[in-house]
C-alpha cells in the first residue's frame, strides 16, 4: 500500500519580519506539574545510545553531535549495558583508569570508564506517572546527578529504559536559568583527561 505524498506548499519569505516564536506559557511547567512533562520520553524520542568499545574522544564527539550529556551504552543486541556521562569522560575516573592499566586515556573505551548497569539506579514509570516536577528536582538533588533514568517492567523480568529527566532540560521548561552542573571537571586532573583524551 504504497501512498503518494503531495509536497506541501511554501511560503516565501521575502519583505517578512520574522521572530522566533516563543514558548507558550500557558505550557511552560512549574514544580507542580505532572513529572511526565518534563520526562524525555524514549517511545517518541530516539536514544542516544553508543557502543562499549567506542573510543571516549568519539564519545564526547556523539555527545556534542547530539547535544547531549548523556548517554546509554549498548552491546551489539542493543542490550544497555550502562550509561556515560560528561563527568565519565572528563572526570577523574579516566584519569585512574588508564594509570591502573598502564595505558594512555585515549587508548580507553567507553566500557572502561561507564556507570554499568548494575550500579545504576532509575526511577519506575509507575512513580513518575505519580509525581510532580518537584519530586524529580529533589531525586536528581538527592543523587547529585544531572539525569535520572526512567524504568518500564516488563513480562519475563525485562525492563525497558523508557524515559531520561535531565535537569538542564527541566531548568528550561521551568524557564529558569541552566543550573550548574555538578559532573564538570572539578580539579587539575580532570582537566588534563578531558586535553589528553
Known sequence: MNREFDPLPQARLAGLHCEVARTDNNRRVSRNSPAIE??????????????????????????????????????SRHQVMGVISVADLLGEGPVRTAQERGVRVGELTVHSVMTPLERTEAVELGEVMRADVGHVLAT??????????????????????????????????????????????????????????
Open 38 to 75: 518534563v520526562m524525555t520520553d524514549l517511545t517518541r524520542i530516539p536514544a542516544a545510545t553508543i557502543a562499549a568499545e567506542t573510543s571516549l574522544a568519539d564519545a564526547n564527539r556523539a555527545m556534542i553531535l547530539r547535544g547531549v550529556r548523556l548517554l546509554l551504552v549498548t552491546d
Open 140 to 197: 536528581l538533588k538527592r543523587s547529585g546527578r544531572q539525569h535520572a533514568l526512567v524504568l518500564e517492567r516488563c513480562e519475563g523480568g525485562r525492563g525497558l529504559i523508557r524515559g531520561i529527566f535531565s535537569a538542564s532540560q527541566i531548568a528550561r521548561q521551568l524557564g529558569e536559568p541552566q543550573p550548574v552542573s555538578t559532573e564538570i571537571a572539578r580539579n587539575f586532573a580532570e582537566i588534563e583527561a578531558a586535553i589528553s583524551a
